[in-house]
């Protein structure tokens, strides 16, 4: 077998196990003997990359502002191949950036981002098609706001120098 790094062959059987896509060669030869001159018989196989299953992306529809990174996306395995999976914002950069690797969402502003997420092809398998998704980021609510004396007594006019403060936390 030549492009035994495509694949092997028991010579037993004449089974051929594939190991990745490419061309690999078999030559079956019979000995001669006391009548026979020796001969051999040969065929050339293409192993082509299968397509990848879809992927199955779970992800919700609107997450809320937030500075600090998130887990948003979870991808199922889909068995097929090694390739590496990775994220990119293909629009609305400006509400939001995307570990590349990771995929986790760090929010700018509040907005919607559409994010792309590919799984690259290896030895055996064509790239997957993208998976393309589209998240709204909601604004978050402010966290407690309120004066401090939230009810304050009468003041009367050139009381403290017509001053008068409560501050807001």
Do not use: M, R, W
Request: proline fraction near 3%; charge should be negative.
């Amino acid at each position: 077998i030549s492009g035994s790094s495509v694949a092997t062959i028991d010579e037993n059987t004449g089974k051929v196990t594939f190991i990745k896509a490419g061309d690999v060669t078999v030559v079956a030869k019979k000995e001669a003997d006391g009548n026979y001159l020796e001969t051999t018989a040969t065929y050339t196989l293409k192993i082509e990359k299968s397509n990848q299953q879809p992927l199955n992306v779970t992800h919700p529809a609107e997450i809320t502002y937030n500075p600090d990174a998130q887990d948003v996306f979870s991808v199922a395995n889909n068995n097929c191949g090694n390739g590496e999976i990775t994220y990119s914002i293909i629009e609305g950069s400006e509400c939001a950036t995307i570990d590349s690797n990771t995929g986790k969402v760090t929010t700018e502003k509040a907005g919607t981002i559409k994010v792309q997420i590919d799984k690259a092809g290896d030895d055996g398998y064509n790239a997957a098609t993208p998976y393309v998704a589209t998240i709204v980021i909601n604004k978050a609510a402010q966290k407690d706001f309120a004066f401090a004396d939230k009810d304050p007594d009468d003041v009367t006019y050139n009381d403290n120098n017509n001053k008068f403060s409560n501050v807001v936390s």
